[in-house]
């Protein structure tokens, strides 16, 4: 079955400190590939997106994430941490070509600590 | 420019009742999507519309849930005859065909 996991449920990280959250997929073909953040209380904002092309991806507020298709990974990476970055990572996959009904992993809570 | 938006933000219901979860996109997003959000069951898909039309309804955990979309703008999710099981956070998204998600801030559903 097709599946998108999060190992780490909860991430506690030093302010000013790197991070990676990471993801992995289990589908066929290369799926196009998501994260999105959610603070309490709050939607789900995206945090950026893969759909082909260069393997290293930009997103907002810092964010970068690497695709590796020989590990199946899509790992989402902070170079420094800031204490606004507190919130529930999600990672999300859609079968390419055919973009809706994401599959969420679990989430990855993370705590900064000052 | 504007985002999704849902209304309402929160509703309390008792158990039997119906309710209406209403989700505007953003405009010109063709595409729209209803989710759910529980401790339980973490982020699931609920039904996926192109237009007014909804090509796959696979999610909807029974015939008390449906939805539909008018005018290719607006959609409602009714929950009939609520039941405890059913509280949760009805996440709304809408996309161009083929691109990213965007989604609204929720609708928390407590049922008691």
């Known amino acids: 079955a097709q599946s998108v996991t999060q190992p780490d449920i909860h991430i506690t990280v030093s302010e000013g400190a790197s991070l990676e959250l990471r993801c992995n997929y289990s589908?066929?073909?290369?799926?196009?590939l998501f994260w999105y953040v959610q603070s309490p209380g709050q939607g789900l904002q995206l945090l950026l997106k893969?759909?082909?092309?260069?393997?290293l991806v930009q997103g907002i507020k810092g964010f970068e994430a690497e695709f590796k298709r020989s590990q199946s990974s899509f790992n989402l990476r902070k170079p420094s941490v800031h204490w606004s970055d507190a919130a529930e990572y999600f990672c999300?996959?859609?079968?390419?070509?055919?973009?809706?009904?994401?599959?969420f992993g679990k989430g990855t809570l993370l705590t900064v600590n000052p | 420019g504007a985002g999704v938006s849902q209304s309402p933000s929160n509703k309390v219901t008792e158990k039997g009742k119906d309710v209406e979860l209403r989700c505007d996109p953003i405009?010109?997003?063709?595409?729209l999507y209803w989710y759910r959000q529980s401790l339980g069951q973490g982020l699931e898909f609920l039904i996926y519309?192109?237009?007014?039309?909804?090509?796959?309804k696979s999610g909807l955990p029974s015939d008390r849930f449906s939805a539909e979309r008018t005018g290719g703008s607006v959609s409602t999710l009714t929950i009939q005859r609520t039941q405890q099981e059913d509280s949760a956070v009805y996440l709304c998204?809408?996309?161009?065909?083929?691109?990213?998600?965007?989604f609204g801030p929720g609708t928390r559903l407590t049922v008691t």
């Open positions: 998204a809408s996309s161009l065909v083929r691109r990213e998600q965007y």
């Open positions: 589908y066929g073909a290369t799926p196009y």
């Open positions: 893969y759909f082909s092309g260069d393997t």
């Open positions: 999300a996959v859609v079968p390419g070509g055919s973009n809706y009904k994401l599959t």
């Open positions: 405009s010109g997003h063709t595409a």
């Open positions: 519309f192109q237009g007014n039309s909804a090509p796959d």
